[in-house]
């Protein structure tokens, strides 16, 4: 490990690696800690959520048992006649298809009841005195619908409640309405509710006591029921306002959790839901696993990163060390091993920065005494430069009068003229062909944009067709769904039907009272029946009718939403490729024809400067005619040239080559 440290880069990477491993895990757990706060107050929100939609839930089917209780009391009132049998069939009448019904009954002011079951009636009459009972006086006194706290039956041995309401008439109290209403179905909601793993729901009823709970010892029984506050103390607050928090305490069973508590407002109840902590600290561990791989990921992915980048930071470090060693070649700079004689990499650079700057020193020394011999070497040349002006000056007077007539200068004229001629036939003929060029590709052009066109406005069309055809469908089928008025309409002449029934039933009581002037009053009755009874059948009938047209509505919708996602998803679809198409095509045809353009241009000033070659071609000859005549008298000059030239050329190329590198060296270094 002490070996690993001794180079530059190994400290650098070790250095900025813990560095960043710090900022990373202190980012990390700032991250962590924020997401498992914000996760708790979320999961709090979601356990408080789904206690209120079950409160509601609850509370919907309790207020379905109430105004079953209160259409039977005003059913009650309405009537004409409170004989057993008439109240009876009321009774009977209202209690079928509920199952959770346990017995639905009438009480009068004296403490006679009427049981929808005739045989427990029977039982009981004269035994019980309704008036005596608390849903009865409950009831009284409130003169409302009442709903006392849920108990166990002692016939069925299950939870139920009663819920009872007056009968008023003419605002004279004739006795009360009740049922008992298992709670069966309240159960069945709780325990179906989807929960996660160990968590559970329980009911408290109005006084605190428990209605279901999951530990069985908190469950009432036929001696008595437990007490919320009793088992469970730290949740006065929350049974006292529901809704307002979610306490996180420690449940029946020692293990702590999160328990939310929901108000379902017409029994007075609360609805519970409890959650172990432990659940959300199952998601905020997997979210530090998460952190960690990505940390160690990260750390990886660093770590070679950061060793590339500091190599090539140091790369510069390598070639000084190089430079010490007198090595100035281009070979590839590799790092070697620090020797021994070195402490670390640090000092083995400053020894090596102080080798360099004495090697420098010595070659810029060497430089100033090669400068002084240039000097020398520049004078001895100044001599012959004499000369050399003198031969130039005579090659200067010849060549300005040189001229002639070269035969082999004329003969390629003439054969330069000759092939300008073809040229020009062949530059001619690519003009043409490239005139007919851009007439094709204005013709590809016009029909580039008449497809263009048609492309974009097929799509316009079909865009416009799907957007009315949408609009169309969707408000035939909103109008369709005016059958549910129907299905509306024929509830209330189901109603209208059962009351005139009920009419008609109290109009025979009457017409049998009345003997035998109201016979023909019961033939009214009856008649009035069997209408009744028609008319039942006659508006199943049309609830029949308006089942199949809702269905139909409804495969309507379903067959339009698929013909218009086809459209939307398909045929649009193709429409715009199709455009892009012609654009792309219409593109490249503008390219096409601006080549086409510029070729035929390009063609024309290559011709036209053809013929400007072929006239200097005609003058190029006639001075080569007086070129010929000098020619006799550069040739003795040239020979006088060469000795002196050949001299004075090697020493100023000697010259030149000392004095570029020297000076530029000597320039750039101070001693």
């Not at 009427?114 to 309704?130: A, R, T, W």
């Not at 607050?237 to 305490?249: A, L």
């Not at 001629?421 to 490239?434: H, N, P, Q, S, Y």
């Not at 005139?435 to 048609?454: C, P, Y």
Request: charged content about 25%; aromatic content about 6%.
């Amino acid at each position: 490990m002490l070996k690993m440290r001794r180079t530059i880069r190994e400290k650098l990477t070790i250095r900025i690696a813990l560095l960043v491993i710090s900022l990373f895990v202190i980012s990390m757990f700032v991250i962590v800690s924020i997401a498992s706060d914000k996760l708790i107050i979320e999961q709090k929100k979601g356990l408080q959520s789904q206690a209120d939609v079950c409160a509601e839930q609850i509370n919907t089917w309790i207020n379905k048992q109430i105004i079953l209780v209160e259409h039977t009391a005003k059913q009650v009132m309405l009537s004409s006649s409170l004989e057993p049998e008439y109240i009876r069939k009321i009774l009977q009448s209202q209690i079928e298809g509920h199952d959770e019904l346990l017995n639905l009954y009438f009480a009068n002011e004296r403490d006679k009841v009427v049981m929808s079951d005739f045989s427990l009636e029977q039982k009981v009459q004269d035994v019980i005195k309704p008036t005596t009972r608390d849903w009865y006086i409950q009831a009284k006194e409130k003169k409302g619908t009442i709903l006392q706290a849920p108990y166990v039956d002692s016939t069925t041995n299950e939870m139920c409640m009663t819920i009872a309401a007056p009968v008023y008439i003419n605002d004279s109290l004739q006795g009360v309405v009740g049922v008992d209403v298992l709670l069966t179905s309240v159960n069945e909601l709780i325990e179906n509710i989807e929960y996660s793993s160990g968590a559970y729901g329980f009911l408290v009823d109005n006084v605190g006591n428990y209605v279901c709970h999951i530990n069985e010892d908190f469950r009432p029984t036929s001696e008595g029921a437990t007490s919320i506050l009793d088992a469970m103390p730290s949740l006065k607050n929350i049974i006292e306002e529901p809704g307002r928090e979610v306490v996180y305490t420690k449940d029946y069973n020692g293990e702590q959790s999160y328990i939310a508590i929901s108000r379902v407002t017409d029994a007075g109840w609360d609805l519970g839901m409890t959650v172990p902590s432990k659940n959300i600290q199952h998601t905020m561990n997997v979210m530090l696993i998460i952190a960690t791989v990505i940390l160690v990921l990260g750390l990886g992915i660093m770590t070679f990163f950061i060793g590339r980048f500091i190599k090539n930071m140091l790369e510069p470090i390598n070639i000084l060390k190089r430079f010490a060693t007198g090595d100035f070649s281009d070979n590839i700079v590799t790092e070697g091993a620090i020797p021994k004689e070195f402490k670390d990499e640090e000092e083995q650079i400053r020894v090596a920065t102080a080798q360099v700057k004495d090697k420098i020193r010595k070659i810029i020394v060497t430089t100033k005494e090669e400068a002084s011999s240039i000097k020398d070497i520049t004078l001895a040349t100044s001599d012959k430069m004499e000369n050399l002006n003198d031969s130039i000056n005579n090659i200067h007077s010849v060549v300005h009068n040189v001229g002639g007539e070269i035969d082999t200068t004329q003969e390629l004229i003439k054969s330069i003229g000759e092939s300008g001629d073809e040229l020009g036939k062949v530059i001619g003929g690519v003009t043409d062909r490239a005139s007919q060029a851009a007439m094709q590709t204005n013709e590809m052009l016009v029909r580039a944009k008449d497809m263009m066109e048609r492309s974009v406005n097929s799509s316009k069309k079909a865009t416009t067709l799907y957007s009315d055809t949408k609009k169309e469908l969707e408000k035939a089928i909103e109008d369709s769904k005016n059958v549910e008025q129907i299905r509306n309409l024929t509830e209330e002449i189901l109603a209208i039907s059962s009351q005139t029934n009920l009419l008609a039933l109290n109009a025979s009581i009457e017409a049998a009272r009345a003997g035998e002037a109201g016979k023909g009053f019961a033939v009214v009755a009856d008649e009035v029946r069997v209408l009744a009874d028609n008319t039942k059948k006659a508006v199943d009938k049309i609830n029949s009718v308006t089942g199949v047209i809702h269905e139909s509505v409804i495969e309507l919708s379903s067959g339009s939403e698929k013909i218009l996602k086809f459209m939307n998803e398909n045929v649009v679809k193709d429409y715009e490729g199709m455009i892009q198409l012609a654009k792309k095509y219409e593109d490249d045809t503008e390219v096409f024809n601006g080549i086409a353009s510029n070729l035929g241009a390009s063609s024309q000033e290559m011709k036209t400067q053809m013929e400007e070659i072929r006239a200097a071609i005609y003058n190029i000859a006639k001075i080569t005619n007086d070129v010929e005549d000098g020619m006799t008298n550069i040739t003795s000059s040239i020979d006088v040239l060469n000795s002196s030239s050949n001299d004075v050329r090697n020493r100023f190329i000697e010259l030149t080559g000392l004095s570029e590198n020297l000076n530029t060296t000597v320039e750039e270094f101070k001693i």
